[in-house]
């Protein structure tokens, strides 16, 4: 399964679940380096920061971005 964390509240990350869903996370179950925008996966229980999905919707987000911003 596949998140990305939305933001941050108190000892949870409030993250977006594949269906648009937020769902609470506890800080504690997630990487330390984990921050807003990281994509997670969880994988037997445990979460990981999926480093290549997370560079590839920063990138998607930049390229929306530059095209809203465009003359």
Known sequence: ???IID???EKFAVCEDPEG???D?????IP???KEGDVLICQNGRFAVDKKQTE???REI???MEEVWED
């Open 56 to 58: 590839k919707l920063r």
């Open 1 to 3: 399964m596949k998140y």
């Open 21 to 23: 869903k937020l769902v």
């Open 32 to 34: 330390k380096e984990a």
């Open 25 to 29: 996370i506890e800080r504690s179950k």
């Open 62 to 64: 930049e390229r929306l």
């Open 7 to 9: 933001h941050f509240e």
